[in-house]
């Protein structure tokens, strides 16, 4: 089984989904606004491999949320914010539904940011986008719509 985590989990990757199928999992999302839409990318791991989604990560036992955003920000996009704004969280009972697990995504919109924006790991593409695409998660696609523009 691939590991899932933003780094090395301190447990075997089994052991990892096999709690985490068990108990809510606490996600970051980061909402990454530009002048040509909302950066999305296509996963390129299972779970959900082929969906376009928020990028995000696991927030890592005895890490703080907001340092979470920062680290996935750098791993996966190459950039670092300058400031992260809590917008709100995202449950996923579709997850749970369909026996995946029960993630709970803390999203942060991210003002303003150093480095070369280039998602690198995970993904096998990305884009922006003004609207959200039909092979989404729906419960992004409704923190989009109540949020509207977040650009």
């Not at 390129?44 to 890592?60: A, K, L, N, S, Y």
């Not at 300058?82 to 003002?111: C, N, W």
């Amino acid at each position: 089984m691939t590991d899932h985590s933003d780094s090395v989990h301190p447990i075997p990757d089994d052991e990892f989904w096999q709690i985490y199928r068990r108990v809510p999992r606490l996600t970051v999302e980061l909402i990454v606004p530009t002048s040509e839409g909302i950066l999305l990318t296509k996963r390129d791991i299972e779970p959900c491999r082929g969906i376009w989604h928020f990028p995000g990560g696991t927030v890592q036992f005895g890490e703080l949320v907001e340092e979470a955003g920062r680290r996935v920000a750098g791993r996966k996009l190459g950039i670092n914010p300058k400031k992260l704004e809590f917008l709100g969280y995202i449950e996923y009972p579709s997850h749970f539904q369909t026996g995946l697990d029960s993630p709970v995504g803390m999203a942060f919109r991210i003002d303003g940011f150093t480095g070369q924006l280039a998602p690198k790991i995970e993904v096998s593409e990305f884009g922006y986008f003004t609207r959200p695409p039909e092979n989404m998660h729906a419960e992004q696609i409704e923190f989009i719509k109540r949020f509207g523009n977040m650009g």
